[in-house]
């Protein structure tokens, strides 16, 4: 026994605790709680409250002491549950309650202890008067805002003279820790409260001083926040270093610099919101039900401070009309205003509106809104089924005030009505402010600091058009592959920094995405020679053998924010799943491919000793192997884990039938735990990769694919059907919008050809495409030569490219003088051509666009239309043209040239889409009508030329290349990428990647972008050494097999053959691509697939709770 | 012209002259082994052989009216593959369709044999031919008197012959080498007929007479009876089979014994699915299984069974009829089988144990077929 | 008593029902599905809110020509109402040929079935394109409504089998 130890005995049990320990904390550290009022662990006990008391037993007799206060001294007995302290605290606890009956800590503690009724004359008083808020507030705080003030029944907590404090800090501390809730700052502070509003949530919610900043934040450590604490403003507190028991604070924490040697920099700070306060007409910060769009998505959010269900600031009602107001600070030459279009608002609202419907059934949402601009791939028919299938009402108008109605505080926006051009009014419960998207102020340091160009909005200046090696294009890059400016997007005209997102514009997530593919692969290419050099291998602990182990099954159902849980049952299913047969655990998290929960999955692996897990969220494509890399990280083979889709496949498609799709996730869990239980390991084998990349396609995309690839040190045979390089760019006179040089095409293609790592195939397509990733095997047939080359890659590039739609509308083809825009283009000539002799011009937008079958927006032809539209004027001065559209959709930096257009007299007619112009040729020459629906009234025009903007069509010979690659088009006939946003130029087939026009219409920048971002895509399977064959190969059971040969006939890629000698079926793991055939034809399954066995589908098959087996599954 | 030579029982039988013909076959060279049915010592049973030695070939009986199970299998185990050796096999038309199904299957290697196929007017169940060999103590009689109504087109009467053999629609195998024309032969003689090269090679190493023609209109006549009675079985099929429930009435007696499996020549997997784990669950599952259905029958999965059979080798199914003699429940899983498989073959315009060059249905597949599904 | 709600259904006189028990009845239907393409329709059908019955539940086979038609009839004899299989598009097959072999497969299967006289339009084979999320819940509701009309599966309801 130690000098400084005693011997005491709690609540029976003998313990040792140091000497001047007080009871509550010897309690506490063995493990008994004792119930506490004024306690507080960063303060000197206080003992006032007496709920603490316990039964000090002495030579000297027993009796009540404080266990907060009393330090242990001597050997003593200590009773905390005896007859004598529950008698005490029942007193203790009537007493209290008297005074303050409505405290629900007191209510608790009553409910208890038994405490039913008091029999004293009750108070409406909140406040036990503990004093721990004055001890708080004097102790801790160095402050002595407020004391215990009058006596007896007078006995009060109050500020000085009753008056509102000028020492306060309105730091809280006493509201924190006031037991009942009584504080209030307000109360006791003269100045006006600020609270600390989280950034993360928007500002909707307060946050404390120490803190998470969000659910999802690595590492998942709390922060102080210095700026706010106490402690760092004036010293006082220090709270909770005492209170942290493991000594985690540490307030001597400095920030520090570190200096990193790079060879290249990728800057992508991302935006800014427009502050909408700036628009005061709208209200924002004056009216609490008028929030950003921003907000609004917090508020939707599963994790956000509504937990996902939609209620209004002012009364936390369940707004049922809500007002979307778009270009809120965009598209606005006000000085307060940007200039330019923020590109995201429309689509943004749009979808925060379906969810916002889907949330919540009785909301009705509005769109007010001057030109819908839904430009990106597959956006238009999501707005069509927004406004056909979910009855979002869309009203063209902008919307330049609104007011409050002080009694509802709903509010009134006011609007020019589209149909009569009369104000108009109407009112909200709640109104969405589409807040553009801004440059960062922050830019401006960063600018400097990087020695980069900001422009004039304050974004960087990138170029993503630079020929390396060709001394073209903006500020020369020297292309040399060392100190040059990398055709990534570099930043302003500093080398070897990369840009990407919307540091550079505003920008949806999947260009965002791939600007910082394209953004590495500007590194790439500077940096190919080092390439690997610092690369760390991640290391796996030994895999358990669990083979032979009966099967011990975890199971963790995502409630993915309200996704699932909103429409299933989770508690239920994980209380379902716990029954099921060898599950020996089962829980559930809010978001189960967060850090921290992967983290729970492999402490759970390790504690229960599972063999086998099964997560139930969202679709396999997305996680499965971010949870199989998780079990394998816990020790486990990464096989034995199943994923059920109860996101996909349930919740998102049962929404109105909750006790159904809770049902089905129930047995779809159960489904997959039949199949894990099945599950064997599968060591995978390895096989070299092929550092050859192919492209298809020779246009501006292709050639930058494969210049890329190239200069990353990859050989690249590059595809093109045509006899020369260059695609739909030839076709142009001048490019759409891209302000590149005019010998871009030429110095692209020099460098093309100047690069020897490159092989070029003219008049050639690819006629055959097998093998896996790593290993491709392609067959390219030259048109006119027939010769045939077998080409072996690593992995493939599509950019094949569009058309400009051939028309069959107003009356094109039957008259010269009624053509397309490009022929248009041509028309127009060249800088050293005579100006056209036109002095009318009718352009017709969305030509056989925006609507079936070709529902798609082709996002260049506004901007072409512009740009030949200035371009004829400024030829031609005294040329009159109009502009026949639908949407104007000059998104991002674009808005300018529009603006421009107007100012130069471009005149714009909006006709609507079920009523059309009308073209009629006649000898006195072509006459257009059109109903003008800004003037609201019936034009009449005699132009020159009627000039279609069709759009871009698919190729028509993408549907045959689409069958050799074996990759899917979309129902337009565009290439379709594996995930719209976190995989935009991915296929599905690993290996495979698209970019460009075969992906879907866009300009040319962008072209180039997307083809540099899928050539980094490429390079991280072309930079690997090797890859693992698949999983889901086959194997053979010899006892089994007849050698029928069956499966051999099956096998489209010659890997299952006979053997000779023993006259079995084998395979060959490296060509066997895991489709399975061949073990769907072997009648006794002498062929099994792996990760597909027969008795594991079988036993999914097995009737709901028909699977309870708790042995090791049978040998197949 | 096809070779054909006659073969004369010359008072010693047919089966005999058809023992002699094999004989001559190895010792002229034409093959190297000869697989035949023989009597065995006591003259009771009958078994197939192997035969190397033509000393040994002492017994033939290739014509006896009992058949102890197909032999198309043993012949394809007993054949070497790609083998030198030639090996003469003299088997019904029924163990022949067997062979070329199974030599699809690579259980039978079609090349390394040559092919003998007799004309058979059907076969009798074990104990039907236990009643003739009474009536018939010598099997030369048996057999000279169970083939005399044969020559002329007609069956013995007084002996049925089993269900299958009843409406089998072939004679001699046209896709044989060698066949043995009994029907339209005069009495007494086989008529042998090369109907391949390699079959004209080995007769033309025979010193035998040439044989007049046989009378094929009775031939004619005795097919175009069994097809119409295979459209018989057909028809009554579709009167007897309207619901799944009339289907499982059929096979209601089933034991789950597999002797049925066991039987068929086409049934070549060295360990049944129903033998794995595919079908296994735990006693606790049956259990489970009740709850959910309220009742479930012990064993399980009879008429996935035979539906699972059914899918794995109707298609192929030759209609030998084995499986109806070894059926201890006396189902006509022959018939069953029959019936299902003319219907599934007739979607790919296929016939089960016709010819080698016909793909297996299951086993391929055309791009433009089966649309609209 | 829903459809799909596990365990037997003890009637008001004790006798156990089958699961189709009382109430409308709600066809269990089992899918199994290409992992290229109708899986992935049945993905894209999610994450587009295309809503359609409950009453499916989807198996993934890597391709449409892995189909074993054990499957299926470990499927219609075991308590399923309709089994759907979903393949690539003739000519789109990921692997090149499957679906052609899955035809096959599932043409002999179905007419096995007719020939014994079940009712071989409980199995559907159908193409459904990664694209076609609006598909697979159309064809999902149709198959639903049609199993509707043709009443509870024999082979749940009968235990002699």
């Given at each position: 026994?130690?000098?400084?130890?005693?011997?005491?005995?709690?609540?029976?049990?003998?313990?040792?605790?140091?000497?001047?320990?007080?009871?509550?904390?010897?309690?506490?550290?063995?493990?008994v709680?004792?119930?506490?009022?004024?306690?507080?662990?960063?303060?000197?006990?206080?003992?006032?409250?007496?709920?603490?008391?316990?039964?000090?037993?002495?030579?000297?007799?027993?009796?009540?002491?404080?266990?907060?206060?009393?330090?242990?001294?001597?050997?003593?007995?200590?009773?905390?549950?005896?007859?004598?302290v529950?008698?005490?605290?029942?007193?203790?606890?009537?007493?209290?309650?008297?005074?303050?009956?409505?405290?629900?800590?007191?209510?608790?503690?009553a409910?208890?202890?038994?405490?039913?009724?008091?029999?004293l004359?009750?108070?409406?008083?909140?406040?036990?008067?503990?004093?721990?808020?004055?001890?708080?507030?004097?102790?801790?705080?160095?402050?002595?805002?407020?004391?215990?003030?009058?006596?007896?029944?007078?006995?009060?907590?109050?500020?000085p003279?009753?008056?509102?404090?000028?020492?306060?800090?309105?730091?809280?501390?006493?509201?924190?820790?006031?037991?009942?809730?009584?504080?209030?700052?307000?109360?006791?502070?003269?100045?006006r409260?600020?609270?600390?509003?989280?950034?993360?949530?928007?500002?909707?919610?307060?946050?404390?001083?120490?803190?998470?900043n969000?659910?999802?934040?690595?590492?998942?450590?709390?922060?102080?926040?210095?700026?706010?604490?106490?402690?760092?403003?004036?010293?006082?507190?220090?709270?909770?270093?005492?209170i942290?028991?493991?000594?985690?604070?540490?307030?001597?924490?400095?920030?520090?610099?570190?200096?990193?040697?790079?060879?290249?920099?990728?800057?992508?700070?991302?935006?800014?919101?427009?502050?909408?306060?700036?628009?005061?007409?709208?209200?924002?910060?004056?009216?609490?039900?008028?929030?950003?769009?921003?907000?609004?998505?917090?508020?939707?959010?599963?994790?956000?401070?509504?937990?996902?269900?939609?209620?209004?600031?002012?009364?936390?009602?369940?707004?049922?009309?809500?007002?979307?107001?778009?270009?809120?600070?965009?598209?606005?030459?006000?000085?307060?205003?940007?200039?330019?279009?923020?590109?995201?608002?429309?689509?943004?609202?749009?979808?925060?509106?379906v969810?916002?419907?889907?949330?919540?059934?009785?909301?009705?949402?509005?769109?007010?809104?001057?030109?819908?601009?839904?430009?990106?791939?597959?956006?238009?028919?999501?707005?069509?089924?927004?406004?056909?299938?979910?009855?979002?009402?869309?009203?063209?108008?902008?919307?330049a005030?609104?007011?409050?109605?002080?009694?509802?505080?709903?509010?009134?926006?006011?609007?020019?009505?589209?149909?009569?051009?009369?104000?108009?009014?109407?009112?909200?419960?709640?109104?969405?402010?589409?807040?553009?998207?801004?440059?960062?102020?922050?830019?401006?340091?960063?600018?400097?600091?990087?020695?980069?160009?900001?422009n004039?909005?304050?974004?960087?200046?990138?170029?993503?058009?630079?020929?390396?090696?060709?001394?073209g294009?903006?500020?020369?890059?020297n292309?040399?592959?060392?100190a040059?400016?990398?055709?990534?997007?570099?930043?302003?005209?500093?080398?070897?920094?990369?840009?990407?997102?919307?540091?550079?514009e505003?920008?949806?997530?999947?260009e965002?995405?791939?600007?910082?593919s394209?953004?590495?692969?500007?590194?790439?290419?500077?940096?190919?020679?080092?390439?690997?050099?610092?690369?760390?291998?991640?290391?796996?602990?030994?895999?358990?053998?669990?083979?032979?182990?009966?099967?011990?099954?975890?199971?963790?159902?995502?409630?993915?924010?309200?996704?699932?849980?909103?429409?299933?049952?989770?508690?239920?299913?994980?209380?379902?799943?716990?029954t099921?047969?060898?599950?020996?655990?089962?829980?559930?998290?809010?978001?189960?491919?967060?850090?921290?929960?992967?983290?729970?999955?492999?402490?759970?692996?390790?504690?229960?000793?599972?063999?086998?897990?099964?997560?139930?969220?969202?679709?396999?494509?997305?996680?499965?192997?971010?949870f199989?890399d998780?079990?394998?990280?816990?020790?486990?083979?990464?096989?034995?884990?199943?994923?059920?889709?109860?996101?996909?496949?349930?919740?998102?498609?049962?929404?109105?039938?909750?006790?159904?799709?809770?049902?089905?996730?129930?047995?779809?869990?159960?489904?997959?735990?039949?199949?894990?239980?099945?599950?064997r390991?599968?060591?995978?084998?390895?096989?070299?990769?092929?550092?050859?990349?192919?492209?298809?396609?020779?246009?501006?995309?292709?050639?930058?694919?494969?210049?890329?690839?190239?200069?990353?040190?990859?050989?690249?045979?590059?595809?093109?059907?045509?006899?020369?390089?260059?695609?739909?760019?030839?076709?142009?006179?001048?490019?759409?919008?891209?302000?590149?040089?005019?010998?871009?095409?030429?110095?692209?293609?020099?460098?093309?050809?100047?690069?020897?790592?490159?092989?070029?195939h003219?008049?050639?397509?690819?006629?055959?495409?097998?093998?896996?990733?790593?290993?491709?095997?392609?067959?390219?047939?030259?048109?006119?030569?027939?010769e045939?080359?077998?080409?072996?890659?690593?992995?493939?590039?599509?950019?094949?490219?569009?058309?400009?739609?051939?028309?069959?509308?107003?009356?094109?083809?039957?008259?010269?003088?009624?053509?397309?825009?490009?022929?248009?283009?041509?028309?127009?000539?060249?800088?050293?051509?005579?100006?056209?002799?036109?002095?009318?011009?009718?352009?017709?937008?969305?030509?056989?666009?925006?609507?079936?079958?070709?529902?798609?927006?082709?996002?260049?032809?506004?901007?072409?239309?512009i740009?030949?539209?200035?371009?004829?004027?400024?030829?031609?001065?005294?040329?009159?043209?109009?502009?026949?559209?639908?949407?104007?959709?000059?998104?991002?930096?674009?808005?300018?040239?529009?603006?421009?257009?107007?100012?130069?007299?471009?005149?714009?007619?909006?006709?609507?889409?079920?009523?059309?112009?009308?073209?009629?040729?006649?000898?006195?020459?072509?006459?257009?009508?059109?109903?003008?629906?800004?003037?609201?009234?019936?034009?009449?025009?005699?132009?020159?030329?009627?000039?279609?903007?069709?759009?871009?069509?698919?190729?028509?010979?993408?549907?045959?290349?689409?069958?050799?690659?074996?990759?899917?088009?979309?129902?337009?006939?565009?290439?379709?990428?594996?995930?719209?946003?976190?995989r935009p130029?991915?296929?599905?087939?690993?290996?495979?990647?698209?970019?460009?026009?075969?992906?879907?219409?866009?300009f040319?920048?962008?072209?180039?972008?997307?083809?540099?971002?899928?050539?980094?895509?490429?390079?991280?399977?072309?930079?690997?050494?090797?890859?693992?064959?698949?999983?889901?190969?086959?194997?053979?059971?010899?006892?089994?097999?007849s050698?029928?040969?069956?499966?051999?006939?099956?096998?489209?890629y010659?890997?299952?053959?006979?053997?000779?000698?023993?006259?079995?079926?084998?395979?060959?793991?490296?060509?066997?691509?895991?489709?399975?055939?061949?073990?769907?034809?072997?009648?006794?399954?002498?062929?099994?697939?792996?990760?597909?066995?027969?008795?594991?589908?079988?036993?999914m098959?097995?009737?709901?709770?028909?699977?309870?087996?708790?042995?090791?599954?049978?040998?197949? | 012209?096809?070779?054909?030579?006659?073969l004369?029982?010359?008072?010693?039988?047919?089966?005999?002259?058809?023992?002699?013909?094999?004989?001559?076959?190895?010792?002229?060279?034409?093959?190297?082994?000869?697989?035949?049915?023989?009597?065995?010592?006591?003259?009771?049973?009958?078994?197939?052989?192997?035969?190397?030695?033509?000393?040994?070939?002492?017994?033939?009986?290739?014509?006896v009216?009992?058949?102890?199970?197909?032999?198309?299998?043993?012949?394809?185990?007993?054949?070497p593959k790609?083998?030198?050796?030639?090996?003469?096999?003299?088997?019904?038309?029924?163990?022949?369709?067997?062979?070329?199904?199974?030599?699809?299957?690579?259980?039978?290697?079609?090349?390394?044999?040559?092919?003998?196929?007799?004309?058979?007017?059907?076969?009798?169940?074990?104990?039907?031919?236990?009643?003739?060999?009474e009536?018939?103590?010598?099997?030369?009689?048996?057999?000279?008197?169970?083939?005399?109504?044969?020559?002329?087109?007609?069956?013995?009467?007084?002996?049925?012959?089993?269900?299958?053999?009843?409406?089998?629609?072939?004679?001699?195998?046209?896709?044989?080498?060698?066949?043995?024309?009994?029907?339209?032969?005069?009495?007494?003689?086989?008529?042998?007929?090369?109907?391949?090269?390699?079959?004209?090679?080995?007769?033309?190493?025979?010193?035998?007479?040439?044989?007049?023609?046989?009378?094929?209109?009775?031939?004619?006549?005795?097919?175009?009876?069994?097809?119409?009675?295979?459209?018989?079985?057909?028809?009554?099929?579709?009167?007897?089979?309207?619901?799944?429930?009339?289907?499982?009435?059929?096979?209601?007696?089933?034991?789950?014994?597999?002797?049925?499996?066991?039987e068929?020549?086409?049934?070549?997997?060295?360990?049944?699915?129903?033998?794995?784990?595919?079908?296994?669950?735990?006693?606790?599952?049956?259990?489970?299984?009740?709850?959910?259905?309220?009742?479930?029958?012990?064993?399980?999965?009879?008429?996935?069974?035979?539906?699972?059979?059914m899918?794995?080798?109707?298609?192929?199914?030759?209609?030998?009829?084995?499986?109806?003699?070894?059926?201890?429940?006396?189902?006509?899983?022959?018939?069953?089988?029959?019936?299902?498989?003319?219907?599934?073959?007739?979607?790919?315009?296929?016939r089960?144990?016709?010819?080698?060059?016909?793909?297996?249905?299951?086993?391929?597949?055309?791009?433009?077929?089966?649309?609209?599904? | 008593?829903?459809?799909?709600?596990?365990?037997?259904?003890?009637?008001?006189?004790?006798?156990?029902?089958?699961?189709?028990?009382?109430g409308?009845?709600?066809?269990?239907?089992?899918?199994?599905?290409?992992?290229?393409?109708?899986?992935?329709?049945?993905?894209?059908?999610?994450?587009?809110?295309?809503?359609?019955?409950?009453?499916?539940?989807?198996?993934?086979?890597?391709?449409?020509?892995?189909?074993?038609?054990?499957?299926?009839?470990?499927?219609?004899?075991?308590?399923?109402?309709?089994?759907?299989?979903?393949g690539?598009?003739?000519?789109?097959?990921?692997?090149?040929?499957?679906?052609?072999?899955?035809?096959?497969?599932?043409?002999?299967?179905?007419?096995?079935?007719?020939s014994?006289?079940?009712?071989?339009?409980?199995?559907?084979?159908?193409?459904?394109?990664?694209?076609?999320?609006?598909?697979?819940?159309?064809?999902?509701?149709?198959?639903?409504?049609?199993?509707?009309?043709?009443?509870?599966?024999?082979?749940?309801?009968?235990?002699?089998?």
């Open positions: 026994m130690c000098v400084n130890a005693v011997r005491i005995t709690l609540d029976g049990v003998p313990m040792e605790v140091e000497l001047g320990t007080t009871i509550l904390a010897a309690a506490t550290s063995a493990g709680t004792i119930p506490t009022l004024c306690h507080y662990g960063g303060l000197e006990p206080a003992g006032a409250c007496r709920i603490c008391v316990v039964e000090l037993k002495t030579e000297r007799g027993s009796r009540l002491v404080p266990a907060c206060h009393y330090a242990i001294e001597a050997p003593a007995d200590i009773s905390t549950s005896s007859e004598r529950v008698s005490s605290r029942k007193m203790t606890i009537e007493l209290l309650l008297a005074r303050c009956p409505e405290v629900p800590a007191l209510q608790e503690l409910a208890e202890y038994g405490v039913e009724t008091t029999r004359p009750s108070d409406d008083d909140d406040c036990i008067l503990c004093g721990l808020c004055v001890r708080t507030c004097r102790d801790l705080m160095d402050t002595e805002a407020l004391s215990m003030v009058g006596r007896g029944h007078g006995r009060r907590v109050a500020p003279y009753d008056k509102k404090s000028l020492v306060c800090m309105s730091c809280g501390a006493c509201a924190f820790v006031c037991p009942t809730n009584k504080i209030k700052i307000a109360d006791l502070y003269a100045g409260t600020s609270e600390n509003l989280s950034t993360y949530d928007e500002r909707l919610v307060p946050v404390g001083n120490i803190r998470l969000y659910s999802q934040q690595i590492p998942k450590v709390p922060v102080i926040d210095r700026e706010n604490c106490v402690h760092f403003v004036t010293g006082a507190c220090g709270a909770c270093e005492k942290c028991n493991v000594g985690a604070i540490d307030y001597d924490q400095e920030d520090r610099e570190e200096t990193l040697n790079v060879g290249a920099v990728i800057v992508t700070p991302g935006y800014d919101s427009y502050d909408a306060s700036q628009k005061g007409a709208l209200g924002y910060g004056r009216y609490e039900n008028v929030l950003t769009n921003l907000q609004f998505e917090r508020i939707l959010s599963a994790s956000g401070p509504c937990e996902g269900e939609i209620r209004r600031p002012s009364d936390g009602a369940h707004p049922r009309k809500v007002a979307f107001l778009q270009c809120v600070g965009s598209r606005d030459t006000n000085e307060e205003g940007k200039p330019y279009c923020s590109s995201i608002c429309c689509m943004a609202s749009i979808k925060e509106a969810i916002a419907r889907e949330h919540d059934s009785n909301v009705e949402p509005t769109i007010f809104y001057i030109d819908m601009r839904t430009q990106g791939k597959e956006f238009e028919r999501y707005f069509e089924g927004a406004r056909n299938d979910h009855g979002i009402v869309f009203k063209r108008s902008s919307v005030k609104l007011y409050e109605k002080p009694a509802t505080k709903n509010l009134v926006v006011r609007h020019v009505d589209e149909e009569t051009g009369e104000i108009a009014e109407e009112e909200f419960d709640l109104v969405v402010l589409a807040a553009g998207l801004v440059a960062h102020e922050s830019n401006a340091g960063l600018a400097e600091s990087l020695n980069i160009t900001l004039e909005h304050g974004f960087c200046e990138g170029h993503t058009y630079q020929v390396p090696g060709s001394g294009g903006n500020g020369g890059g292309g040399d592959g060392t040059g400016q990398g055709a990534g997007a570099t930043a302003g005209s500093a080398a070897g920094i990369f840009t990407g997102g919307a540091f550079t505003p920008r949806y997530i999947p965002a995405v791939v600007e910082g394209c953004a590495a692969s500007g590194a790439a290419r500077l940096l190919a020679e080092a390439r690997g050099t610092l690369a760390r291998k991640k290391k796996y602990p030994k895999q358990l053998d669990v083979a032979k182990a009966v099967p011990r099954i975890g199971v963790f159902i995502c409630r993915c924010g309200i996704n699932i849980a909103g429409t299933v049952n989770v508690p239920d299913v994980v209380a379902y799943s716990a099921l047969g060898n599950v020996v655990h089962a829980s559930e998290f809010v978001y189960s491919c967060s850090q921290d929960s992967l983290e729970v999955i492999k402490e759970t692996v390790a504690e229960h000793k599972l063999n086998r897990v099964v997560v139930a969220s969202c679709t396999p494509r997305t996680h499965e192997y971010l199989a998780t079990i394998r990280e816990a020790g486990l083979n990464r096989y034995y884990f199943e994923l059920a889709s109860i996101r996909e496949h349930c919740s998102w498609v049962h929404m109105q039938e909750p006790e159904l799709a809770t049902q089905k996730a129930k047995e779809l869990v159960e489904m997959m735990v039949s199949k894990v239980r099945g599950a390991p599968v060591s995978l084998e390895y096989s070299p990769v092929v550092h050859r990349g192919l492209v298809i396609g020779g246009g501006v995309s292709g050639m930058n694919a494969a210049l890329s690839l190239a200069e990353q040190g990859y050989e690249v045979d590059l595809v093109e059907k045509e006899g020369k390089l260059g695609g739909n760019y030839l076709k142009h006179r001048r490019p759409v919008w891209n302000l590149y040089s005019p010998t871009y095409l030429e110095d692209l293609e020099a460098a093309v050809r100047a690069n020897s790592n490159v092989t070029l003219l008049n050639s397509e690819v006629i055959l495409f097998s093998g896996v990733v790593g290993n491709f095997y392609a067959e390219v047939c030259n048109r006119e030569t027939g045939e080359h077998e080409i072996s890659c690593g992995a493939a590039v599509v950019a094949t490219g569009a058309v400009e739609r051939e028309p069959v509308e107003y009356g094109y083809g039957t008259d010269e003088r009624i053509m397309t825009q490009l022929e248009f283009e041509s028309l127009l000539g060249g800088e050293d051509e005579p100006a056209p002799d036109i002095k009318s011009v009718a352009m017709i937008q969305c030509v056989g666009s925006r609507e079936e079958p070709n529902l798609y927006c082709s996002r260049i032809c506004c901007t072409q239309a740009q030949n539209a200035m371009e004829l004027k400024r030829r031609n001065p005294d040329a009159t043209v109009h502009i026949i559209y639908r949407d104007i959709r000059t998104y991002g930096v674009r808005e300018e040239l529009y603006r421009e257009a107007r100012e130069a007299g471009v005149l714009f007619l909006r006709y609507d889409v079920d009523r059309k112009p009308e073209v009629t040729t006649g000898p006195d020459g072509l006459k257009l009508k059109v109903y003008d629906r800004i003037s609201r009234r019936e034009v009449e025009l005699g132009p020159d030329a009627v000039v279609l903007s069709t759009g871009l069509a698919p190729r028509p010979d993408s549907e045959e290349l689409s069958k050799v690659l074996r990759v899917p088009l979309t129902r337009d006939g565009f290439f379709l990428e594996a995930h719209a946003k976190i130029v991915d296929f599905t087939s690993e290996g495979l990647f698209l970019a460009g026009l075969a992906h879907s219409p866009r040319t920048n962008e072209c180039v972008t997307q083809s540099l971002g899928a050539s980094a895509r490429a390079a991280t399977i072309l930079s690997k050494d090797k890859v693992e064959s698949k999983a889901e190969i086959v194997e053979v059971n010899l006892a089994r097999c050698g029928c040969a069956l499966c051999v006939g099956m096998c489209p010659e890997a299952r053959q006979l053997d000779p000698e023993s006259g079995k079926a084998t395979v060959n793991d490296i060509l066997c691509q895991g489709c399975g055939a061949c073990a769907g034809i072997c009648p006794n399954k002498a062929t099994v697939q792996h990760l597909y066995r027969q008795t594991q589908i079988m036993h098959l097995e009737p709901v709770g028909a699977q309870a087996g708790t042995e090791a599954e049978a040998s197949e | 012209m096809k070779k054909r030579l006659k004369d029982s010359n008072g010693h039988g047919m089966e005999e002259a058809l023992g002699r013909l094999a004989r001559l076959m190895i010792s002229t060279g034409g093959v190297d082994r000869v697989f035949i049915p023989q009597h065995d010592e006591t003259g009771e049973a009958v078994y197939a052989t192997l035969v190397a030695d033509v000393d040994a070939l002492k017994d033939p009986a290739p014509l009216p009992y058949i102890n199970g197909n032999k198309g299998r043993e012949a394809g185990l007993s054949t790609n083998g030198e050796n030639k090996t003469a096999v003299f088997v019904r038309p029924c163990e022949a369709r067997a062979i070329i199904e199974l030599s699809k299957l690579m259980q039978a290697h079609r090349e390394s044999m040559l092919l003998i196929t007799s004309d058979c007017p059907g076969t009798l169940t074990l104990e039907d031919y236990k009643r003739l060999r009536e018939h103590p010598d099997h030369r009689e048996e057999v000279a008197a169970f083939y005399a109504p044969f020559h002329g087109g007609e069956r013995l009467e007084g002996h049925e012959v089993r269900e299958c053999c009843t409406f089998c629609e072939s004679l001699a195998h046209p896709m044989s080498d060698i066949r043995l024309l009994l029907v339209g032969a005069p009495e007494g003689t086989v008529v042998v007929e090369a109907t391949s090269e390699a079959g004209e090679r080995v007769l033309s190493k025979l010193e035998m007479e040439e044989a007049a023609e046989v009378d094929e209109a009775v031939r004619e006549k005795f097919t175009e009876g069994q097809k119409s009675r295979h459209a018989e079985m057909e028809a009554h099929w579709d009167e007897v089979v309207h619901s799944v429930e009339d289907f499982m009435h059929l096979v209601q007696h089933c034991r789950r014994c597999y002797n049925c499996r066991a068929c020549p086409i049934c070549y997997c060295r360990e049944c699915v129903f033998q794995t784990a595919t079908f296994e669950v735990t006693p606790d599952a049956f259990g489970r299984r009740a709850d959910q259905y309220g009742v479930v029958k012990m064993p399980p999965d009879t008429l996935v069974f035979h539906l699972t059979r899918n794995h080798m109707v298609t192929s199914c030759v209609s030998c009829g084995q499986c109806t003699e070894a059926c201890p429940q006396k189902i006509p899983v022959g018939k069953i089988f029959s019936a299902v498989g003319r219907r599934v073959q007739d979607v790919f315009d296929y089960a144990g016709a010819d080698t060059a016909d793909e297996l249905p299951h086993a391929v597949f055309r791009e433009d077929e089966l649309e609209p599904r | 008593m829903e459809a799909t709600v596990e365990g037997k259904t003890p009637t008001e006189d004790g006798t156990p029902t089958t699961s189709q028990g009382a409308p009845f709600e066809p269990k239907i089992i899918a199994f599905v290409c992992n290229w393409c109708t899986y992935a329709a049945a993905d894209l059908a999610g994450t587009s809110r295309i809503q359609y019955p409950p009453n499916v539940k989807i198996v993934r086979l890597m391709c449409s020509g892995a189909i074993d038609p054990i499957y299926v009839l470990r499927a219609i004899t075991g308590g399923f109402d309709g089994v759907l299989i979903g690539c598009h003739p000519g789109d097959c990921h692997y090149q040929t499957g679906n052609y072999k899955a035809r096959r497969r599932v043409t002999i299967l179905k007419e096995i079935l007719k014994v006289g079940y009712d071989e339009e409980r199995v559907w084979l159908r193409w459904i394109s990664a694209s076609e999320g609006g598909a697979f819940a159309a064809t999902v509701s149709e198959m639903v409504e049609a199993l509707k009309s043709h009443g509870p599966n024999v082979l749940t309801t009968n235990w002699n089998k």
